[in-house]
T-cell receptor, first 113, second 110 residues
């Protein structure tokens, strides 16, 4: 089985722009979660989708949004980019509804200049 | 709010020495997971502990969940250079979202 695939791997954007990141979960996994990883704040939960429904959202501003499609692929969008949004964005998929191991993708490294 | 602290933040060991990282939660956890992230890599699931006082072993790694289900530890016996990375504990924060600990970065000196 193919693992979790995130595209693109690297992005450089300018302040004020918006960005869309993509995540394809492991086949059959319906839960997709997004995390932001920075040296200062560590790994922080952004949001989680299950069967196209957002079930949970972390403590991030409304500039961060996401969605999940019927094939379980997910996208996250960040609008009006700020320098502080520079981070590694990780997507994880799970094969059950709750309390199960998360399979992470390689991440998208976003740099905002 | 929920907090999960890990100590130490950094650990340098000589190859062959043992290593332990401790995870302490401000709230009782229904379960705890451990992940390893190699430098430049992504977190990889190691194990999940569910029961109070549970101890699980994976080769040279021993995981323990505290009796009060608020703390956990990971012990590596006779470290090898392949053990290099950051070890995270994580507790559930609802459905499939995890609240990650601050992590312990392990360096193994050959």
């Amino acid at each position: 089985k193919a693992g979790v695939t995130q595209t693109p791997r690297y992005l450089i954007k300018t302040r004020g722009q918006q960005v869309t990141l993509s995540c394809s979960p492991i086949s059959g996994h319906r839960s997709v979660s997004w995390y932001q990883q920075t040296p200062g704040q560590g790994l922080q939960f952004l949001f989680e989708y299950f069967s196209e429904t957002q079930r949970n959202k972390g403590n991030f501003p409304g500039r961060f949004s996401g969605r999940q499609f019927s094939n379980s692929r997910s996208e996250m969008n960040v609008s009006t980019l700020e320098l502080g949004d520079s981070a590694l964005y990780l997507c994880a998929s799970s094969d059950r509804q709750v309390n199960t191991e998360a399979f992470f993708g390689q991440g998208t490294r976003l740099t905002v200049v | 709010g929920q907090q999960v602290m890990q100590i130490p933040q950094y650990q340098h060991v000589q190859e062959g020495e043992d290593f332990t990282t401790y995870c302490n939660s401000s709230t009782t956890l229904s379960n705890i997971q451990w992940y390893k992230q190699r430098p430049g890599g992504h977190p990889v699931f190691l194990i999940q502990l569910v029961k109070s006082g549970e101890v699980k072993k994976q080769k040279r790694l021993t995981f323990q969940f505290g009796e009060a289900k608020k703390n956990s530890s990971l012990h590596i016996t006779a470290t090898q250079t392949t053990d290099v990375g950051t070890y995270f504990c994580a507790g559930p924060a609802g459905a499939n979202n995890l609240f990650f600990g601050t992590g312990t970065r392990l360096t193994v000196i050959p």
